[in-house]
């Protein structure tokens, strides 16, 4: 009888699928989502536009009216190539299936967006995560050390970081696109909360790759993400991206609602503000280190995260545990920015699960005073 383990590779039989919890009724800060909705108009404007899209045909293969549109909300220059991917998932995972050679090697920084390594694995090419240092700072000399030593095919870098959200020093990143002997992308995931892109030194840079998504402007659903390079690399690319990847609604909508990228601009400003309002409150509970953020999210350091986590769940609060994940992660919690009235709700829930553990440790203490004297130590 033929059975999974006859069939798929150990490597991948040894690994865990990525987890995405539930979230029925909770405040959702677990997913770098963009918490407003659009405005009314525009919602009929997409709705009339869904309605009339032909879902019985194929899409646009190569998606000309989208990659137009974004050329043009993006301010994208002239000369490169767009690649666009079922979110910048799939960018990743096509990457790194292209560069698969034997002996080939992927190298980030960690840590980082898990998906590098996952799609490494994936792909059996060896992964090499270069530690950053204990406040998530980018170690050149390291970075560069190991790129001599280990020679990868491809380096991600994450700008801003997640999960940490700080943004690497340019002249750091350029050092690593100057020696690096292959591919260098830069996620530019969370550019619309950072301010900062390298998409103008595409010119100059032969071996870069910048990649983004639409995901945290608000379009998450939508699972759009887009590269920019040079037309030698986007040809290869090209291979492996799957025929009509992106589909007819994804075309049709991402398209319109690009049209109205000052919307989402607005809505992007928004968060900007009240990302620096949770983090100044933050900084204010004690017990807890919050770290500086360029993205939407803000990483957070607290007393046992397991517990903290577990009790803003119990108060119906969703964050994403990332104690375990890295040693460098120990005991944090990331937090997506959300609306002024759940940014409030959060701060609530997490000032009332630390005094909760703070009076478990008092009760257990206690406790542990009355116990009788072990055998061994009378």
């Not at 150990?10 to 405040?27: C, K, L, Q, T």
Request: positive net charge; charged residues 20%; glycine residues 6%.
């Amino acid at each position: 009888m033929t059975t999974p383990e006859k069939v798929i590779r150990e490597d991948v039989r040894s690994i865990a699928a990525y987890h995405v919890p539930g979230a029925e009724g909770m405040v959702k800060l677990d997913a770098m989502e963009n918490p407003y909705g659009l405005p009314d108009e525009l919602r009929r404007e997409i709705a009339a536009l869904a309605a009339c899209a032909p879902i019985n045909r194929y899409p646009d293969p190569g998606a000309l009216a989208l990659k137009a549109r974004l050329r043009s909300a993006m301010q994208i220059p002239e000369g490169f190539d767009i690649l666009l991917g079922n979110g910048s998932d799939e960018i990743i995972q096509i990457v790194v299936l292209a560069s698969a050679r034997a002996g080939a090697v992927i190298m980030a920084p960690e840590p980082t967006f898990v998906v590098y390594r996952m799609a490494a694995g994936a792909a059996n090419v060896r992964f090499v995560g270069v530690p950053l240092e204990a406040d998530f700072a980018l170690d050149p000399e390291r970075f560069l050390a190991a790129m001599t030593e280990h020679k990868p095919s491809v380096v991600f870098l994450a700008y801003p970081n997640n999960p940490s959200g700080n943004l690497f020093p340019e002249e750091a990143v350029v050092r690593i696109l100057a020696a690096a002997p292959g591919l260098v992308v830069i996620d530019e995931a969370y550019h619309a909360f950072a301010g900062r892109t390298f998409m103008g030194l595409l010119e100059r840079w032969p071996n870069l790759l910048v990649m983004r998504t639409v995901s945290k402007l608000g379009l998450a659903g939508l699972r759009l993400g887009y590269a920019v390079a040079r037309p030698g690399w986007m040809r290869e690319f090209e291979k492996l991206r799957l025929p009509y990847n992106i589909g007819v609604l994804t075309q049709r909508l991402g398209e319109r609602l690009l049209a109205h990228h000052g919307v989402l601009e607005a809505q992007a400003a928004a968060i900007r503000t009240e990302r620096a309002h949770l983090a100044s409150r933050l900084a204010r509970v004690a017990g807890v280190t919050p770290f500086p953020s360029d993205a939407n999210f803000i990483l957070l350091r607290v007393p046992d995260a397991r517990r903290v986590f577990e009790g803003l769940k119990r108060r119906n609060v969703l964050v994403k545990n990332l104690h375990g994940s890295h040693a460098l992660l120990e005991n944090c919690l990331r937090v997506t920015v959300g609306t002024a009235q759940e940014n409030l709700q959060f701060i609530a829930a997490l000032e009332a699960a630390l005094a909760e553990n703070r009076a478990n440790r008092v009760v257990l203490g206690a406790d542990r005073c009355h116990l009788p004297p072990c055998a061994n130590h009378k």
